[in-house]
């Protein structure tokens, strides 16, 4: 009697312990099936470039405590250079209801026109953002728009002294300098007024044939070797960078001392590049959509300035050139 009395108590424990087990395991059932919030990425190059940007995007949100999978998930798209299919690409990634976008360069002007609303953290800007109405200001950028911009105190014209006196380390006697780039970009613009104000500085004179398409590259490049210029100075415009390697091609082919922005110029063959590290641009704009996931409120996360700079040196390319790497010479990067 007893004995029937204790089993008849354990059915009933586990009978009431299943019971409370029940909402448990549909609540964990609940959490497995919702997915996590989406990261739209938008960049305006390559797959290759895209995957780089996407990687470095996912480091900073695993330096911010975040687990891919599970505290959100990461979708992007690439214009590779075609900056017509920007808007297409940001409203196809909005259809997928994104928490926010990180976009990078003519991908952050596409996504902020396109999708006003969309909290947004652009990176890797190279100019004013408070001109291109992405804030009001740096400390407050207000709306739902914050990022990442490639140049720290003093601007372009501070970036091109620094990357001037380094090239002129390499190329000691350089006095006429070609520049390469179109003749509308705004960016174009910025880089050709900071070369010209510092030109004086390493008495230099600044040759610029402007182009309107890629097409027209083979001619300018011809047209500045006409004028006696002795380097060539390739712009970071947009358009020039996401169509690399049909810019190299001639430019390479002039067998001139090259120098550009970006480390990837110096990385596919110029001479020399040196700017903000893109990638730690990336990740940063990672720790600030893992601030945003968090609740933050974009507008009221500071613009950054760029903080991590890097030098690269195309080794190969020095031999080709028969230039010699000076002792003193230290580079961040070389390329052989």
């Known amino acids: 009697m007893v004995r029937g009395f204790v089993l008849g108590a354990m059915k009933r424990r586990q009978a009431f312990a299943a019971l409370g087990a029940a909402p448990l395991a549909f609540t964990l059932s609940v959490r497995a099936q919702a997915k996590p919030p989406l990261i739209a990425v938008l960049v305006p190059g390559t797959a290759s470039f895209a995957s780089q ?6 480091q900073g949100l695993k330096e911010a405590g975040l687990a891919d999978g599970i505290h959100y998930r990461l979708e992007a798209r690439f214009a590779d250079g075609d900056f017509d299919r920007l808007p297409r690409l940001a409203l196809e990634l909005a259809a997928m209801k994104p928490r926010l976008f990180v976009a990078s360069a003519a991908a952050a002007v596409a996504v902020h026109t396109t999708l006003p609303d969309m909290p947004l953290v652009f990176c890797s800007y190279a100019l004013d953002p408070i001109a291109a109405g992405f804030a009001q200001s740096f400390v407050r950028p207000g709306g739902n728009t914050t990022g990442n911009v490639m140049n ?10 620094k990357r001037i006196g380094l090239f002129k380390e390499l190329v000691p006697g350089l006095k006429r300098l070609g520049f390469v780039g179109t003749a509308t970009s705004t960016l174009v613009a910025v880089e050709l007024a900071a070369l010209r104000s510092v030109a004086a500085h390493f ?5 610029h044939h402007p182009i309107e398409t890629l097409e027209d590259i083979e001619r300018a490049v011809a047209a500045t070797s006409a004028d006696d210029v002795q380097a060539l100075y390739v712009s970071g415009e947009t358009l020039l960078y996401n169509n690399m390697k049909r810019v190299l091609l001639p430019v390479m082919a002039a067998g001139k001392p090259t120098l550009s ?3 990837d110029w110096a990385r596919a063959g110029l001479l020399m590049s040196y700017s903000a590290d893109l990638l730690d641009d990336f990740r940063r704009a990672g ?12 507008g009221d996360l500071p613009i950054e300035q760029a903080s991590k700079f890097v030098l690269v040196v195309n080794a190969r390319t ?3 050139l028969g230039i010699s790497l000076p002792p003193t010479f230290l580079a961040d990067e070389l390329v052989d």
Request: without cysteine; charged residues 15%.
């Open 53 to 58: 940007r996407v990687a470095a995007i996912g």
């Open 152 to 161: 720290a105190i003093g601007g372009e014209e501070a970036l091109t002294q």
């Open 203 to 207: 008495g230099l004179q600044i040759v």
């Open 261 to 263: 922005t970006y480390p």
């Open 287 to 298: 720790i600030y959509a893992a601030k945003i996931l968090h609740g933050e409120n974009p």
């Open 318 to 320: 020095a031999r080709q």
